[in-house]
């Protein structure tokens, strides 16, 4: 697959200025990709405009990244992918305290407070694909009815059961491996003869080790009692194709997105460092889809154009076409601009940057909810330190979890959560290794063979529990622009305010005593500790709490049945402006306690589907 020069691009710029597209997609990320790959598929012409870089498509290009995330020495979400200032992209690492009243600007998001966030998202095509965790699981059917059943947030205008066929879609596009039979339960409900594309991959010996210590332990919320297990996650990532899959056709594995060289886009090695980058590309990335996309020869992509303006007629409400702009080189902020046309328009950038430029463009939203009800889980992670060697640093990240608490009649009072098993030690935590290694030479003056088999035997028995806390959608948690904030092209950056509600606090505070219980039953050492003076840190009802960011963003321009109170319809369609689609997590209502990448994916073949129809 050939990329073209920079004197190339901006003739291709010159002439995608000319043309008018049936479909122009900002973004290439997940949502974007699948979009744009079903359209083209089916024939239309797509225009796919993308942020960051091109080249990373390839092998070679990913081979970069690989080498990249070697070489650094801080390997953050962000570390594969080259700084740059044209497209900026938020760092977990440069976010520092700040005094209350203060924004913290030491990052690309501008943030308000009171509560200061590591999220992140990925500005490189592929986007955010391009550092996930890769579990995959389905919303549950109560998360679609959370005003009917709990009186909390708002009822999707969709079910579940409407919903699950577009689930086996992206489960399909994204090759899940999992097993049905591990993942009914809390009413998950799956076609009688459905298999996933790929057969479960095995819990991890840590995994296995907490499930036979908790094994028998009851815990109770709201009066009612919940037996604990470890079930395995569906995962995004190759393991064995389901030879029972599509009625017994099986499943061919999605491999790299270059596949002359054959160790790539193979079955899951189990790396441990599969977050933020697969050595191996087995685990999904939206660039499988994009390469597939582009086969077609509809699809066309326009790389380093960053999307500055919507434009609408003002007399139609209609999007009359997206300004860009395009720079040669990211290190310097030159540019040229371009008007780009389509018959209809898709936002797929993320749910802070969608709100971020409609914003900018300053278009109308008859519910003024544009930018508004951000979510993300808040996760709390608790350590400790098992009696005996657990095979710690084997697997990837997160294999195996505890999830029988996402769902309940608790769920009126206080948020719910799943609970991952972190086959990565205290390393999200702590930063382990690098503090196992100071704490036992510095602390404790060791050298030698000494130090070599009690730092083997401290991390091999290092247990993490990370909670994955819903949160509600709040008006108040929101996403704005300010003329004093702009990135190297003039460009206004995200202002972001946001604070932990009281019915998420809840949920925290029982996950903390819940890890101690399991800590117990296990016979682990509770290392955990929360330093108040962290960004994180939140004091609630007398104790404290760090709250890290999930990276699973959602709201900003949420789905509903009627335009003064939502900002898109079912099919994820702008109701203010006809042909303008705002799609991926940012219009989800809520996020209950699954990561949200299946069910946005799931969300945005719905949306296909009603795009080719229109088109028709």
């Not at 190759?238 to 491999?255: F, H, L, Q, R, T």
């Not at 596949?259 to 790539?264: I, K, L």
């Not at 020869?297 to 999007?319: F, I, M, N, W, Y």
């Not at 925290?508 to 840190?537: C, E, K, M, N, S």
């Amino acid at each position: 697959m050939r990329f073209p020069s920079q004197a190339a691009k901006k003739t291709q710029l010159e002439a995608a200025c000319q043309h008018t597209y049936d479909v122009v997609i900002v973004g290439a990320g997940v949502a974007g990709a699948i979009i744009g790959n079903e359209l083209s598929r089916a024939g239309k012409r797509v225009l796919m405009v993308e942020a960051g870089l091109g080249e990373d498509i390839t092998v070679k290009g990913y081979e970069e990244y690989l080498q990249r995330f070697y070489a650094t020495a801080v390997k953050d979400n962000q570390s594969p992918y080259p700084v740059n200032p044209n497209a900026p992209m938020p760092r977990g690492t440069t976010v520092r305290p700040v005094a209350p009243g203060q924004p913290e600007t030491s990052g690309y998001i501008v943030q308000t407070g009171p509560f200061i966030s590591d999220t992140t998202y990925t500005r490189v095509l592929g986007g955010t694909s391009m550092h996930w965790e890769a579990k995959t699981p389905r919303m549950l059917p109560e998360d679609f009815e959370m005003a009917s059943r709990f009186g909390r947030a708002a009822d999707w205008p969709i079910s579940y059961d409407e919903l699950e066929p577009f689930y086996r879609q992206a489960e399909r596009e994204i090759g899940v491996s999992a097993d049905v039979e591990d993942q009914r339960y809390l009413d998950l409900r799956f076609p009688d003869d459905y298999v996933f594309p790929m057969r479960g991959l095995p819990l991890s010996y840590l995994d296995r080790m907490v499930d036979k210590g908790i094994r028998g332990t009851e815990v109770e919320i709201d009066g009612e009692r919940y037996p604990l297990k470890v079930r395995p996650y569906p995962q995004g990532r190759n393991g064995i194709p389901n030879s029972e899959y599509d009625g017994g056709k099986g499943y061919v594995p999605v491999g790299a997105v270059s596949t002359h060289q054959v160790e790539e886009g193979e079955r899951c090695q189990g790396n441990n460092n599969c977050v933020p980058i697969c050595p191996v590309q087995a685990k999904y990335h939206a660039g499988k889809t994009l390469a597939k996309a582009l086969q077609t020869e509809r699809l066309e992509l326009l790389t380093q154009a960053v999307a500055s303006k919507v434009h609408v007629d003002p007399e139609t409400g209609r999007v009359s076409h997206i300004e860009v702009k395009y720079y040669e080189d990211p290190d310097e902020p030159h540019f040229v601009t371009g008007n780009i046309r389509g018959q209809l328009f898709v936002l797929s950038a993320g749910a802070i940057e969608t709100a971020r430029l409609l914003l900018a463009s300053n278009l109308p939203s008859t519910s003024g909810l544009v930018g508004r009800n951000l979510m993300d889980h808040a996760y709390l992670l608790n350590w400790a330190l098992l009696p005996e060697v657990a095979g710690t640093m084997r697997g990837t990240n997160a294999t195996g979890g505890i999830v029988d608490l996402r769902g309940g009649s608790f769920r009126r009072s206080q948020a719910a959560f799943s609970v991952d098993i972190h086959n990565d030690g205290w390393g999200w935590a702590v930063g382990s290794p690098y503090t196992d290694l100071l704490n036992l030479v510095d602390d404790h003056n060791q050298f030698g063979a000494q130090l070599r088999r009690d730092l083997a035997q401290r991390i091999s028995s290092q247990l993490l529990l990370a909670f994955m806390v819903e949160v509600l959608p709040n008006p108040s948690n929101r996403v704005t622009v300010d003329p004093a904030y702009t990135d190297a092209l003039g460009n206004m950056r995200p202002v972001v305010s946001f604070s932990v509600p009281d019915y998420t606090m809840r949920g925290v505070a029982y996950a903390r005593r819940f890890a101690q219980t399991v800590f117990q039953r296990l016979g682990a050492r509770d290392y955990t500790f929360y330093d108040p003076t962290d960004y994180g840190y939140i004091h609630y009802e007398g104790d404290g709490y760090i709250i890290r960011g999930g990276n699973h963003l959602a709201g900003t321009h949420i789905m509903g049945t009627d335009k003064h109170t939502s900002v898109v319809n079912s099919d994820q369609r702008s109701w203010d402006h006809q042909n303008l689609y705002l799609v991926g997590g940012g219009s989800m209502p809520s996020i209950g306690t699954a990561n949200v990448t299946l069910t946005l994916s799931a969300l945005c073949f719905k949306t296909a589907q009603a795009m080719l129809e229109e088109l028709r």
